[in-house]
């Protein structure tokens, strides 16, 4: 456990210094009591973990598959129950409801439990927003680097490319995460310097660019800022919900993986006939009065928000335009692997359609030959039962979490909206927009209780970590035989 506690302490320490970034922001608004708190908070954090870092130097050993595993829990639980600290002081809330907000924020679900958040200190804003960018970052490097290695839930193999194949170990890990950080940084500075020439303001720039590279939901009113930012926007949201190792092979121009690897290429499809749905159907009901590029772009950017796990609306009433039953399907599949989408994923979707195609040619050729992969990747039985395992797992998940809700004074339809947006990271798909004004059992998420708030906040960690990997760890069976 000493490799774990040295990856804890790590985060620990980074998460705490990335405190001082809010606090000088508070220091220019002159939001002194905000710069203040966050400083001392920063000091604070920094201090304990960096001291648990030093503790633990040079004493570090290789992460076997349940150290990942418990690593990975014990990081995404630990941290926002810490940040919800400063968020409950900063937006002036109770522990239990800021807890919420760094689940939604730190999962980048996108959920807003703060009503009239926008009168908030700009600094408070702020920190949420970069919770929710840290996030982003956090998710990439949990599946890249720790489950993607253990292959958790089917995940597929990654693609390395000849120096990663050449080392391993310690010097494997920092360099994956060194060139994740480059990513995610250059990643996010596009995003930044891109809105800044569609005309948007430096802060509000900051807050899209959070959205859009972690695919979160806390932008809204995005209608008003025009087509462009809508399409810039659209285009990063679709970065974000695509695999680092595509846009690895993009860069890099390797046309035999490019060739290979399909999931991508399928989310574009599944964005293009979204696109045509949410065009006719806008077309269909206000007509084209605001014109042909307006409407298209906005078309554009609610596929992509959909198919990303966004979930965030051009304008409200957007996506009740379209079937919910699909929406929410297409939402519960999700993005890409290794992405910072949510959801089953595009690729354990293909993955059980192709053995569902093969055990049914086999009931009628029993002795016939059939292909052993499909888009480029192979499939055994074990994975096949990974995959299997994992979806059905995703089932329960959102049955069990749909009916605790229930139980709790959602009505039905509202608790399966809000366990698949919470399960997928789309937090702002739920909203009582679905029905009219003032149906009962339809609260928003700042009217929910805590109870209601705190089965949310088990359903995002479930969505966010494959809840296979918490499974593992909670499984009785194997503790009780150690």
């Not at 959920?111 to 009168?119: C, R």
């Not at 360099?175 to 310097?193: I, P, V």
């Amino acid at each position: 456990m000493i490799t774990a506690i040295h990856y804890i302490a790590l985060l620990g320490t980074l998460l705490s210094a990335s405190l001082l970034g809010p606090a000088l922001f508070a220091y220019a608004q002159n939001e002194i009591d905000e710069a203040i708190k966050l400083s001392l908070y920063a000091t604070l954090g920094g201090y304990f973990f960096y001291s648990l870092l030093m503790g633990v130097r040079g004493r570090r050993h290789d992460l076997n598959r349940v150290n990942t595993i418990c690593l990975v829990l014990i990081s995404w639980t630990l941290f926002p129950v810490l940040l919800a600290i400063p968020l409950s002081d900063l937006f002036v809330i109770s522990y239990g409801e800021a807890v919420f907000e760094a689940f939604s924020a730190f999962t980048t679900t996108g959920a807003d439990g703060i009503k009239n958040a926008a009168s908030l200190p700009k600094s408070a804003i702020w920190l949420r927003y970069q919770i929710q960018w840290l996030g982003g970052f956090a998710t990439l490097v949990t599946f890249t680097l720790f489950l993607g290695s253990i292959r958790i839930g089917g995940l597929p193999y990654r693609f390395t490319g000849k120096t990663e194949k050449s080392i391993e170990g310690k010097a494997l890990t920092n360099r994956f995460l060194w060139l994740l950080g480059q990513f995610y940084l250059g990643f996010s500075l596009a995003a930044f310097t891109a809105f800044l020439i569609c005309g948007i303001s430096p802060l509000q720039s900051i807050l899209l660019t959070s959205s859009a590279v972690s695919t979160g939901g806390y932008i809204t009113n995005l209608e008003s800022l025009g087509s462009s930012v809508m399409l810039v926007f659209s285009l990063f949201l679709f970065l974000g919900g695509t695999s680092v190792f595509w846009h690895r092979s993009l860069l890099s121009v390797d046309t035999k993986k490019l060739r290979s690897h399909r999931e991508s290429y399928i989310i574009l499809f599944i964005i293009a006939l979204l696109t045509i749905s949410f065009f006719y159907a806008v077309i269909k009901v206000s007509g084209n009065n605001s014109g042909f590029i307006a409407v298209a772009s906005e078309s554009i950017f609610n596929a992509v928000s959909v198919a990303t796990t966004s979930g965030i609306e051009s304008r409200p009433g957007i996506f009740a335009l379209l079937s919910p039953l699909l929406l929410l399907f297409i939402i519960f599949i999700g993005a890409g692997v290794y992405s910072t989408g949510g959801g089953v994923k595009i690729f354990r979707l293909g993955a059980m359609l192709f053995h569902t195609s093969r055990e049914l040619s086999n009931l009628v050729y029993p002795n016939g030959v059939n292909k052993s992969g499909a888009g480029g990747e192979k499939y055994t039985m074990f994975e096949m039962n990974t995959i299997w395992t994992m979806f059905c797992a995703c089932v329960v998940v959102v049955g069990g979490g749909s009916i605790a809700l229930s139980l709790s004074g959602l009505s039905f339809e509202a608790s399966i909206t809000a366990a698949i947006a919470t399960f997928s990271n789309a937090g702002p798909f739920y909203s009582p927009q679905w029905v009219a004004h003032g149906a009962q059992g339809w609260p928003e998420y700042f009217e929910m209780n805590l109870n209601q708030k705190y089965i949310l906040c088990l359903i995002m960690l479930f969505g966010r970590l494959e809840i296979i990997a918490i499974i593992a760890v909670i499984n009785p069976f194997y503790w009780y035989q150690r």
